[in-house]
């Protein structure tokens, strides 16, 4: 058995202070050998910097994710075509930086982690997530033995979509970009993990990270106050997927609040 854990949304530097105090315990506690998490807001809420994606990967993570802020720092274009164990979403433009999925091996196994974007309510110019999956999974064939999508959508329909879409070609679909995490973990006919968002690493005393005051205030003015990280404790949130050796499907799914 192989066990997998993919982390929610770290939202700013102290969601990622708390990741750091977390993660090694947690990978210990429950026999940890592989782990993913989604950066795009870690640096002051929106996009990443590379002191912050290495810092990832110093406290032991295999594969940052990103989405719709993934441009949202200009020193991504510095570091994302040379960093091995980062990814942007697999469906934007091609011919722009980065790419789109990554194969890590892992206790003797080889571990595809791919990045997809969701095109409903994101306000991103993307192409076709499942046309895309279609196409990444066609040129994987046989080169790998378990692969891992983090489909980071708004809409709930759209990733349940995914789920089925790729139920037994894939071992695991995991959402993130809500923030809030989901209570719908299932394992599919056909073997596929699955849960419609894994939630996020930042401030509990916020609304999905922001600071409440500002938040509140664009709500009830709609005027475009701007967003303000929500200081105060953090938690952890995540799941944890039991991927089967023999045939790569998954066998148990456990979320984590931390």
Known sequence: MLRILALGDIVGENGLKKAKEILPELKQKENIDFVIANGENVAGGMGITHKL?????????????????TWA?????????EEKRLIRPANYSQGIPGKGYVTIEAKGKKITVINLIGRTEMSILSENPFIKVKEILSQLEKNTDIIVVDFHAEASAEKIAMGYYLDGQVSV??????HVQTADEVILEKGTGYITDIGMTGPLKSIIGMDIAASLKRFETSLPERYKLAEGSCGLSGCIFDIDDANSRTTNIKRIKM
Do not use: A, P, R
């Open 53 to 69: 994606y290495k810092e990832l990967i110093e406290m032991g993570v295999e594969v940052v994710t990103l989405g719709n802020h």
């Open 73 to 81: 720092k200009k020193d991504i274009f510095s570091f994302i075509d």
């Open 173 to 178: 679909v995991f959402g993130t970009h809500t």
